[in-house]
């Protein structure tokens, strides 16, 4: 069965800094990769997702996140972050039947 | 377009007692996954849902939990009975298609067991 890592725990950046959040994966086939963003009281939401083509995947709140085989990763990017990205962080990763989430990585954004 | 619907949005309730968390899917949907979320064990994937039908339970903790889904647009997670050890956050996602198709949340239950 697949399984992901998310390194960091908590990760704190300044507001209009960049960000980038890690995570690695494990799978034996081509994966199926997600990231998803938790705001306090609410749900995950799906930011992008990468399932074939093009490497570099484009999602919405201005994130990217780059698939790297060789690496086993699927680290998310932001050029410059908003305070209102302050959240939770999660990968994914689709395989079989169903999908796996990481621990998550917690943002804080300094003003 | 509606989302997927949970409810009760948050729950308090004794020990004991018996809870039933309810889930209404995207319309659609062929897919349905009902997660637990606690700050010491993260997202914990329970139970999920092929067209209707059980497909993995191996995460349902003990027989106290119990995962139905009657048809395709409800399904209920019940506890009996209720332990404070069960407090946490109860999410339900669904997804069409394959592991390949990402999976849409609902807003959760907050369920507190005194």
């Known amino acids: 069965a697949q399984s992901v890592t998310q390194p960091d725990i908590h990760i704190t950046v300044s507001e209009g800094a960049s960000l980038e959040l890690r995570c690695n994966y494990s799978y034996g086939a081509t994966p199926y990769l997600f990231w998803y963003v938790q705001s306090p009281g609410q749900g995950l939401q799906l930011l992008l997702k990468y399932f074939s083509g093009d490497t570099l995947v484009q999602g919405i709140k201005g994130f990217e996140a780059e698939f790297k085989r060789s690496q086993s990763s699927f680290n998310l990017r932001k050029p410059s972050v908003h305070w209102s990205d302050a959240a939770e962080y999660f990968c994914?990763?689709?395989?079989?039947?169903?999908?796996?989430f990481g621990a998550g990585t917690r943002l804080t954004v300094k003003p | 377009d509606a989302g997927v619907i949970q409810s009760p949005r948050h729950e308090v309730t004794e020990m004991g007692q018996e809870v039933t968390l309810r889930c209404k899917p995207i319309?659609?949907?062929?897919?349905l996954f009902w997660y637990r979320q606690t700050m010491m064990r993260g997202l914990e994937l329970l139970i999920y849902f092929n067209n209707n039908v059980p497909i993995d339970d191996s995460g349902m903790p003990e027989d106290r939990f119990s995962a139905k889904m009657p048809n395709a647009s409800f399904s209920t997670l019940k506890i009996q009975p209720s332990e404070p050890r069960d407090s946490a956050v109860y999410f339900c996602a669904s997804r069409t298609g394959g592991s390949n198709q990402p999976q849409h949340f609902g807003d959760g239950t907050r369920l507190s067991i005194l």
């Open positions: 319309s659609g949907h062929n897919s």
């Open positions: 994914a990763v689709g395989g079989d039947n169903d999908m796996r």
